[in-house]
C-alpha cells in the first residue's frame, strides 16, 4: 500500500495542477467575455483596443457595430491572446 500511494503522488500533484489552471482559465475567459459584452453595448469602437490596422475596423464598422460574432474577434487582442495561451496550457495538460 505504501508503494501504492507512493507512485500515485505525482498523478494526483498533476491532476491538482490541471484543475488549477483550468479554473485560472475559465474565469479569465469569463472575465473577457464579460468585457467584450460592455464594450460591444457602448459601441464605441475606440475603446475596443484592437492591435491590427485600423482599416479593417473602418471598412467593416457597420457590420461589426451590429453583430457581436462578428466583433469580438477584433476586441481586446491581447487580452484574447493570453486566455487562448491558458487554454492550450490546460489542453496540454488534458491530452
Not at 4 to 29: A, I
Not at 51 to 74: C, M, Y
Not at 82 to 92: T, Y
Amino acid at each position: 500500500m505504501k508503494y501504492y500511494k507512493q507512485e500515485m503522488e505525482p498523478l494526483v500533484e498533476l491532476y491538482e495542477f490541471r484543475q488549477k489552471q483550468n479554473s485560472q482559465y475559465l474565469s479569465s475567459d469569463a472575465a473577457l467575455t464579460s468585457k467584450k459584452e460592455a464594450l460591444f453595448k457602448k459601441g464605441d469602437m475606440a475603446q475596443w483596443e484592437y492591435e491590427g490596422p485600423l482599416k479593417e475596423l473602418i471598412g467593416r464598422s457597420h457590420q461589426l457595430l451590429r453583430d457581436k460574432n462578428l466583433a469580438f474577434p477584433f476586441m481586446c487582442t491581447k487580452e484574447t491572446k493570453k486566455v487562448q495561451e491558458a487554454k492550450e496550457r490546460v489542453n496540454f495538460f488534458t491530452n
